[in-house]
């Protein structure tokens, strides 16, 4: 299954940029969510969002900020960024899990499929 992410670049502290995650098989999963990686950090969770959209879910560092949602028609989630900060600046990946449960949606071991990732730099 092929994931691609899109909507990275470059923007000034305070914007807003919106990612988007489409699968290319058109197929929909139970599951899909964000991490980023910063250079030498590990992975991070962002954001989840259920199939249903009825469960979202959030990292720390950017509850109130950014916001997930999800097309099921287009197998497509989005990820909407605003008032970011320089220290949002990663490589953002998207993923997608078949069969996850609740208690698994901020665990990156728990997705089957990745994308390739798009690169966030936030200027101070």
């Known amino acids: 299954v092929q994931l691609q992410a899109s909507g990275g670049g470059l923007v000034q502290a305070g914007g807003s940029l919106r990612l988007s995650c489409a699968a290319a098989?058109?197929?929909?999963?139970?599951?899909m969510g964000w991490f980023r990686q910063a250079p030498g950090q590990e992975r991070e969770f962002v954001a989840s969002i259920k199939l249903n959209g009825g469960h979202t879910f959030y990292g720390d560092s950017v509850k109130g900020r950014f916001t997930i949602s999800r097309d099921n028609a287009k197998a497509t989630a989005y990820l909407q960024m605003n008032s970011l900060k320089p220290e949002d600046t990663a490589v953002y990946y998207c993923a997608a899990g078949a069969g996850i449960i609740l208690s698994q949606m901020r665990n990156p071991n728990a997705y089957d499929f990745w994308g390739q990732g798009t690169l966030v730099t936030v200027s101070s």
């Open positions: 098989s058109g197929r929909t999963f139970r599951a």
